[in-house]
């Protein structure tokens, strides 16, 4: 690999690979945190694939700590050799400003040279390339795509904050070559297990992921016959089965509806700071994201109108009561801020199913990703929650897991999620499940009186689902589920 860098250059790039980045190289210990998260499993497993794995996601959500967990693993189980891994960060301000023509070669350049004392084209052993922040490197795809075309050996993995770049330039130079991956915060059953981690817990909370697994499996069998009662049947032993940690469950939902599943977050114990934490994660987003990426120079309408977001999380968005709240900004302005940060893995929109028999409407519904991060928008992180903010922040939850569930169930990364708007009544979500033939209408309804099933028994699928604080039943294939059992399923 052949690159024009002078020797002192050389030095100080290999001084901060070695000082700064790859400190196992000498035998230093990783630390990691003791809590892996289920993406751990998943790309652990595909790290040996002859794929590029590139990992977006929003900032702070754990990527990074995922890769050290990694790296860890193949060095202490699989030992593999320390020189034989690379890892660097390249939002590094020093190795920016150290690297004078192409960043990505000349850190190869000086690994190569100094450390694995071989050509990366060339070897026969396997080689573990760890890219963090990528989206910082100038054509960093085609050098990716240049680098696993010489070499089956090498195996590689990209991270980035910025996913709309990332994954937009993966797709363009990558296709067939790459695997593509999205890491939200941590689902219900993932947070509940890192605070348990940190605290005394009376449940025994393995079992508690494992019955999340096994009501999966029987969840998938349930939509092949398109029939709920065998489903339902163990949702009840289960029910039982967690019945005397009623008050300790309740409690890791409530935590959750509250500070949602950013890492950090959780096992910080005191609200204000959780709050400055979140805060600070979302003026990130638009300071070092929106802004240098959308070349965005207006904080303050990003901010506002991130706030009017938060607002309707769980409601349709309707620019004409946007643009009243903000004046002096335009349809366009705002249209293209949404997409922005839904681009940037903030927030996601839900089209509004459309058939013949339903219709169409202009405006989707817009969910946050993080509920925490919604209520540090919106300044209530700790604040009383009335009944409708309850519903609101039980379909934010919802939303995020129903995604993840659709992402197991579809093999999609985002799924295919609508919601419907009939004649007799309202629809939440409408999970599409091609695999199965089956559109699953599903509501959320978190309180006492659970009102009309109208809009479910109007859809005509066969068989629904209602997501409720505390009823288990099952009423003419319409499955009422409790929300903590909902959640660890997904």
């Known amino acids: 690999m052949m690159n024009n860098m002078d020797a002192e250059t050389e030095k100080r790039i290999l001084a901060l690979l070695t000082n700064r980045f790859n400190r196992w190289w000498f035998n230093q210990n990783i630390s990691v945190p003791k809590f892996k998260r ?266 506002k109108l991130l706030f009017l977001l938060a607002s309707i999380s769980g409601e349709q968005m309707n620019i004409s009561e946007f643009l009243k709240r903000m004046p002096g900004t335009n349809v366009q302005t705002i249209t293209r801020y949404v997409s922005y940060f839904e681009r940037l893995n903030l927030i996601g929109k839900v089209p509004v199913y459309t058939n013949s028999k339903f219709g169409s409407s202009k405006h989707p519904k817009i969910y946050f990703f993080d509920v925490g991060l919604r209520n540090a928008v919106l300044g209530v992180l700790d604040a009383p929650i009335s009944d409708t903010q309850k519903g609101h922040i039980a379909e934010t939850v919802a939303y995020d897991h129903i995604l993840r569930l659709a992402y197991k169930l579809n093999a999609s990364s985002r799924g295919d999620i609508s919601c419907c708007i009939g004649k007799k009544g309202e629809i939440d979500f409408v999970l599409k499940l091609p695999r199965y033939s089956v559109e699953l209408p599903i509501e959320i309804k978190f309180r006492e009186n659970l009102g009309s099933l109208k809009g479910i028994h109007e859809f005509g699928s066969g068989i629904g689902m209602v997501i409720t604080e505390n009823k288990l039943d099952i009423q003419k294939e319409v499955l009422f589920i409790p929300m903590w059992m909902f959640l660890i399923m997904c």
């Open 38 to 303: 289920r993406d751990f499993k998943y790309l652990i497993q595909k790290i040996d694939g002859s794929k590029s794995i590139t990992l977006i996601g929003s900032r702070q959500v754990g990527k990074t700590t995922v890769v050290m967990q990694i790296i860890k693993e193949l060095i202490e189980q699989r030992k593999i050799p320390s020189k034989r891994i690379l890892y660097v960060q390249f939002d590094d301000v020093e190795l920016r400003v150290l690297s004078k023509d192409n960043l990505l070669l000349d850190v190869l350049k000086v690994y190569e040279k100094y450390v694995l004392l071989e050509d990366l084209n060339l070897t026969n052993e396997d080689v573990y390339l760890f890219f963090d922040e990528v989206q910082r490197v100038d054509n960093w795809a085609e050098q990716v795509k240049a680098l696993l075309a010489a070499n089956k050996k090498l195996h590689i993995l990209s991270t980035g904050s910025a996913g709309f770049s990332i994954s937009q330039k993966s797709k363009e130079t990558l296709p067939g070559r790459q695997e593509l991956f999205v890491m939200f915060p941590l689902k219900f059953t993932d947070a509940a297990a890192l605070f348990c981690l940190n605290n005394k817990c009376d449940m025994n909370i393995n079992s508690f992921s494992a019955s999340g697994y096994e009501l999966r499996n029987s969840f998938e069998a349930s939509l092949k016959i398109k029939s709920f009662k065998e489903f339902f049947d163990l949702c009840k032993k289960t029910y039982l089965k967690f019945a005397s940690h009623e008050s300790e469950i309740n409690a890791f939902l409530t935590r959750y509806f509250s500070k949602g599943g950013y890492p950090e977050v959780i096992t910080t114990s005191d609200s204000s700071s959780c709050q400055k934490l979140l805060k600070s994660y979302a003026n990130d987003v638009i300071v070092k994201d929106l802004m240098p990426w959308f070349r965005i120079r207006d904080f303050s309408t990003a901010e």
